[in-house]
C-alpha cells in the first residue's frame, strides 16, 4: 500500500535547525533563508513578537543566558545557527555585552554539546580581525585575541570565535562567519546605521561627511553565506562575509537619490565629530537612542575595512549585491514598516532646502 504524505508531513521528518537571536538584523533574514531553503526551524527566543507571525517556526522562550532553556531549544537539533549577541558602539554597557557574546556563547556550545548537535554555525564579526595598515586587503585568519583589537564588541567576539573553534572536535563541528557593516530590511530592532538611515529619510540628518568609510554588505547575502557554510564548509572554517567599501559622502548621496532629495551641503568634519562625540555618548544614554556617533564609531570609520569575501566567493558560491541596492532595498523596507514614514513623503520639500 502507498503511502501519501505532503510538504507538511515531510518537514516533521527533516532534521531541527536551531536559531538563536532571531530578532536580530542578521538573525531574521537568516530565519527567511532557512525557510527558504525548506529547513525545519526552532527558534530561541526572550518573547514573542508580531514579526514572526506566519513564519513557518517553532518557538522556544529562553535566551543564551540561561543554560536550561538552551538546552530545551537544543534537543534532538542537528545544526545550530548562534546568531544572539549584543552590538554596542558606545561605552557603559561592557558587562552585558560580555555576558551575553562570550558567556553566551560558553553556554551555547555547552548546551549543543550535551544535546549531541552535531554542528555549529556561529556568527561572528570582521571586528573580531585585526586591521592591517595601509588600506592592506584582509583575508580570513585561524587565530583570534582581544589584545589586538580595538572595542567590548570587537574584544567578546574575537574571545568567543577562539572559544568556538577551540571546542570543535571529531563529534562537534563548528564553522565561523565574520559579517561586515549589514544593511537591508528586516532592521527590526534599529541597528546603528539603520538610525542614520531613518534620520536621513526623516529630514534629521542635513549633513554629509568628508571622511570616513566602511564595508558594507546586504543582510541576506550574510544570511546566505552563513547558511552556505553551515551546509557546505569543513569544520574549523572561517569565511568573511563582507561586501562594499563606501565612503560616507556616497553612503549619503544614495540615501539622496533614493528619496528624492538634493545632497546635503553641510560637511561634517572629522575634528567636529571628534568634539560632539563625547557628548553625543551621554545623550544616547540618557535618551535610549541607538547609538550613531561615538568615539569608538569615529575609530572605526577611518580604520582599515577593507575585507577580501574571496573565500566565501570560491568554496560558498557567496556573492553580495552592491550597496546601492541594498540601501534601496532598506528605505524601501522602512517606508514600508515604520509608521513616521508618511510623515517623511510629507517632508520631502523640507529635506530639498538642504542643497
Known amino acids: 500500500m502507498y503511502k501519501f504524505f505532503n510538504k507538511e508531513d515531510d518537514n516533521l521528518n527533516k532534521k531541527v535547525s536551531v536559531l ?46 540561561d543554560p536550561s532553556s538552551l538546552e530545551k531549544a537544543f534537543d534532538g537539533a542537528d545544526i545550530v545557527y548562534h546568531v544572539a549577541g549584543v552590538i554596542d558602539v558606545n561605552t557603559g554597557n561592557e558587562d552585558i555585552v560580555y ?81 561586515a ?27 554629509t561627511m568628508d571622511f570616513g568609510a566602511y564595508n558594507f554588505v546586504d543582510v541576506r547575502d550574510v544570511a546566505k553565506g552563513i547558511y552556505l557554510a553551515a551546509q557546505k564548509a569543513k569544520s574549523g572554517e572561517c569565511f568573511i562575509l563582507s561586501g562594499e567599501v563606501l565612503k560616507i559622502d556616497d553612503f549619503i548621496a544614495i540615501l539622496s537619490m533614493k528619496c528624492l532629495t538634493r545632497k546635503p551641503s ?17 545623550y544616547y544614554k540618557a535618551a535610549k537612542k541607538t547609538p550613531i556617533f561615538t568615539r569608538y564609531s569615529i575609530r572605526k570609520l577611518v580604520s582599515n575595512c577593507n575585507f577580501s569575501y574571496e573565500k566565501a566567493q570560491k568554496e560558498l558560491g557567496y556573492s553580495p549585491i552592491s550597496a546601492k541596492e541594498s540601501l534601496n532595498d532598506m528605505v524601501d523596507w522602512i517606508r514600508e514598516k515604520d509608521p513616521k514614514s508618511q510623515s517623511a513623503k510629507n517632508n520631502i520639500g523640507n529635506n530639498i532646502a538642504f542643497s
Open 20 to 65: 538563536t537571536g532571531a530578532s536580530g538584523h542578521v538573525g531574521y533574514a537568516l530565519l527567511k533563508e532557512l525557510i527558504a531553503n525548506g529547513e525545519n526551524i526552532r527558534i530561541l527566543i526572550r518573547k514573542d513578537n508580531p514579526i514572526f507571525d506566519n513564519l513557518k517556526c517553532e518557538k522556544v522562550y529562553g535566551d543564551v543566558t
Open 99 to 179: 555576558k551575553v557574546n562570550v558567556d553566551g556563547t560558553k553556554n551555547v556550545v555547552a548546551a549543543c554539546k550535551k544535546c549531541g548537535v552535531r554542528r555549529l554555525a556561529f556568527t561572528s564579526s570582521v571586528d573580531a580581525i585585526p586591521p592591517l595598515p595601509d588600506n592592506e586587503l584582509m583575508h580570513e585568519i585561524d587565530h583570534f585575541s582581544p589584545e589586538l583589537v580595538e572595542g567590548t564588541y570587537a574584544k567578546t567576539k574575537a574571545i568567543a570565535t577562539q572559544y568556538v573553534l577551540d571546542s570543535a572536535n571529531e563529534n562537534f563541528e563548528v564553522v565561523i562567519g565574520h559579517p
Open 181 to 207: 557593516a549589514c544593511i537591508g530590511p528586516y532592521d527590526y530592532k534599529v541597528s546603528s546605521v539603520g538610525e542614520m538611515v531613518r534620520m536621513f529619510m526623516f529630514g534629521s540628518f542635513p549633513v
Open 266 to 282: 553641510f560637511i561634517f568634519k572629522k575634528w567636529m565629530a571628534d568634539s560632539v562625540a563625547p557628548i553625543a555618548e551621554m
